[in-house]
C-alpha cells in the first residue's frame, strides 16, 4: 500500500509542473487539430518535402491520407511522445533524489512509513502523472477532432496508439525512477535519467533516417512505438509486453535498492 499523506503532499508539491505540460499539450494539440483540412495536407507536405531528412529523423515522413494518420504523424511523432518525458524526468529528480539531495530524505525516514512504502509511493505517483497527461491529451483530441472534423477520427485506432505510448512512458518513468533510487545528488540523476532517454530518442532519430543507420533501432526502446504500425492495425500485444517488463523491472529494483541502500543524510 502507499503513503496517502505522501501522495497528496507531492501532489501540492508537483501540481504546477503538471499544469505546465499539460497547457503546452493543449496548445499544440489544438492547434494541429485545428490546422487539419481533410481536403488537403499540401503545408505540412511542403514542409517534408523542403526538410525531408529532419522530417524523418522526427518520425514525420508518413504518407497522410486521413485525421488519424495526421495527427499520430504530427503530433506523436514528437510534441506528445516527448514533452510527457521531459515532464517525468523532472518528476524522477523531485519525489527521491531531491530529498536526498537536500537532506530532507531524513524527514521522510522519521515518518512511521518503511522505506519500501516511501517508493512505492513515489513510484505510483510517477506513473499516475504520465498517465494524467496522456488521458488528458488524448481526450482534448478526441473531442476538438469530433467538434471540427465529425466523425473523420478513427477513435479505437488512437486510442490503441495512446496505450502503446502509455506503456513507452511506464518503461521511460521507471528508469528515471531507478536513476533516482540509485543516485546521491541531482546532477548524478540527470545524467541517468535524462540522459538515457534522451540518447535513446536520438538512436531512435538516427534511425529513422534509415540506410546505414537503421541498425540503431534495435538499441532504443523508442522503436516500440511505430505510430504509423499501429494506426494501420498492427498487433501491439508484444511491444505492450516488452514495455510492460522493462518499467516493472526498473520500478522493482529502484524500490528494493532504496530500501536496502546507504544515504547520505
Known amino acids: 500500500m502507499i503513503s496517502l499523506t505522501l501522495f497528496k503532499k507531492e501532489i501540492k508539491s508537483n501540481y504546477k509542473i503538471i499544469f505546465i505540460f499539460l497547457a503546452i499539450l493543449t496548445l499544440y494539440s489544438t492547434s494541429i487539430v485545428f490546422m487539419y ?20 529523423a522526427f518520425g514525420m515522413a508518413a504518407a497522410v491520407t ?3 494518420e495526421y495527427i499520430a504523424n504530427y503530433l506523436y511523432g514528437f510534441i506528445v511522445l516527448m514533452f510527457p518525458i521531459i515532464c517525468t524526468i523532472i518528476l524522477g529528480n523531485k519525489l527521491i533524489v531531491s530529498y536526498v539531495d537536500k537532506g530532507s530524505m531524513a524527514y521522510l525516514l522519521g515518518t ?3 522505506r519500501t512504502k516511501i517508493a512505492l509511493t513515489q513510484s505510483v505517483f510517477m506513473m499516475v502523472s504520465s498517465a494524467v497527461l496522456l488521458i488528458y491529451t488524448s481526450g482534448l483530441i478526441i473531442i476538438l477532432s469530433n467538434i471540427m472534423h465529425p466523425n473523420l477520427l478513427d477513435t479505437k485506432s488512437f486510442i490503441l496508439l495512446n496505450i502503446v505510448l ?6 521511460v ?3 528515471c525512477f531507478f536513476a ?16 538515457v532517454p534522451i540518447m535513446f530518442y536520438l538512436l531512435q532519430a538516427l534511425a529513422n533516417m534509415g540506410d546505414k543507420l537503421e ?9 516500440l512505438f511505430n505510430p504509423s504500425d499501429i494506426i494501420s492495425g498492427k498487433g ?5 509486453i516488452a514495455l510492460a517488463a522493462v518499467a516493472i523491472a526498473f520500478y522493482a529494483i529502484g524500490i528494493y535498492i532504496f530500501s536496502k541502500r546507504d544515504l547520505s543524510l
Request: aromatic content about 14%.
Open 37 to 56: 483540412d481533410p481536403s488537403t495536407t499540401s503545408a505540412f507536405e511542403e514542409m517534408a518535402k523542403s526538410m525531408p531528412e529532419m522530417m524523418k
Open 66 to 68: 486521413n485525421i488519424t
Open 112 to 114: 512511521p512509513n518503511k
Open 166 to 171: 502509455w506503456f513507452l512512458q511506464l518503461a
Open 173 to 175: 518513468s521507471g528508469i
Open 180 to 195: 533516482s533510487c540509485i543516485s546521491n545528488n541531482s546532477k548524478l540523476y540527470f545524467m541517468i535519467g535524462a540522459g
Open 215 to 223: 541498425w540503431l533501432k534495435y538499441f532504443t526502446l523508442f522503436t
Open 236 to 240: 501491439i500485444a508484444p511491444e505492450i
